[in-house]
Structure formats: structure tokens, C-alpha cells
């Protein structure tokens, strides 16, 4: 029984993630895409213009808006790089040290370049306080996310 209660402890982004395969081939030229435009501005520099300029020119079959493939459910489905996150009133709280640190996503569309195997995602996007309106990687702590929505999307291939 104390297993079980340990079991049930663990982050679930976790317990998702530790049997996951290989990325799908659309996911892994959007992070192709994305990677090469690392400190260059896409479009206007919107968070958005990433998103769109990857799935555009992968061919991705999407809604042109704010549907960018298939929603998943991240908490038991696995979360690949190339996967792309729209972020709703989210609050980051984590501790390192004897220091606080805290981060806010109001409305923000990143692309999801790398899973740690702790559960925590690299994001690879733009418009952001660290990078600008260029493109970087920073780290999105998912378990320590204390308030907000995050939809996981992933990309479909066109039917066309």
C-alpha cells in the first residue's frame, strides 16, 4: 500500500511521459523549423507568427486560428517536442535556493522543442520577457504550475 501512495504522488506529466516513443515525423520538422529561426524574429514577432510559420510551412492540416492539430490530454497522454501549447492565465511558482521565482502566461502560444525527463518542458518561442520578439528556448516548469490552462496540440498531418 505505501507504494501505491508514492505512486499517486507523482507529478502525472511524469508518469506520462516515461513510456513515450519517438516523436512523430510532422513533429519533428516543426521543431526543425522552429530551431532554425532562433534569434530571428518570425512575422511580427507575435508569439502566434511562430506557430503559424512552422505548421504553414510543414504542410500541418489546422484551423489557421487557434486549433493547431489535435488536442490531447497532457496529463495522460505523452507530450512530444513539436507539440505546440496555448497558455491561458497561467502562474509559475518554483523555489531554487533561498529564492522565489515566479512567471505569468496571460495568452501565449509556444512549441514544445524538448522534454525533460522530469516532466519539464524547453519551449521554443517568441515574444516573451527573456528573448523579445526573437525567437529562444526556456524552460516551462509544468509542475509547478499553480494556476491557468494549458492545451497541448498536437500537429496533424494534411489530408490533402
Given at each position: ?16 511521459q516515461q513510456d513515450c516513443d ?117 524552460l516551462f516548469r509544468i509542475n ?17
Open positions: 500500500m505505501r507504494y501505491l501512495i508514492l505512486f499517486l504522488l507523482l507529478p502525472m506529466s511524469s508518469i506520462a519517438e516523436a512523430p515525423a510532422l513533429n519533428q520538422r516543426i521543431v526543425e523549423l522552429a530551431t532554425d529561426k532562433i534569434n530571428k524574429k518570425v512575422g511580427t514577432g507575435e508569439c502566434w507568427d511562430l506557430a503559424q510559420m512552422v505548421l504553414d510551412e510543414s504542410g500541418a492540416d489546422w484551423d489557421g486560428y487557434e486549433e493547431f492539430g489535435e488536442l490531447i490530454n497532457h496529463k495522460s497522454e505523452c507530450i512530444y517536442a513539436g507539440d505546440i501549447i496555448q497558455f491561458k492565465n497561467v502562474k509559475i511558482t518554483w523555489e531554487e535556493g533561498k529564492y522565489t521565482y515566479e512567471e505569468e502566461m496571460k495568452h501565449h502560444t509556444a512549441i514544445v522543442h524538448e522534454v525533460k525527463a522530469d516532466g519539464n518542458i524547453v519551449l521554443i518561442h517568441q515574444n516573451t520577457g527573456q528573448h523579445g520578439r526573437k525567437v529562444g528556448t526556456t509547478d504550475m499553480k494556476k491557468g490552462k494549458i492545451m497541448v496540440y498536437r500537429p496533424k498531418e494534411s489530408t490533402e
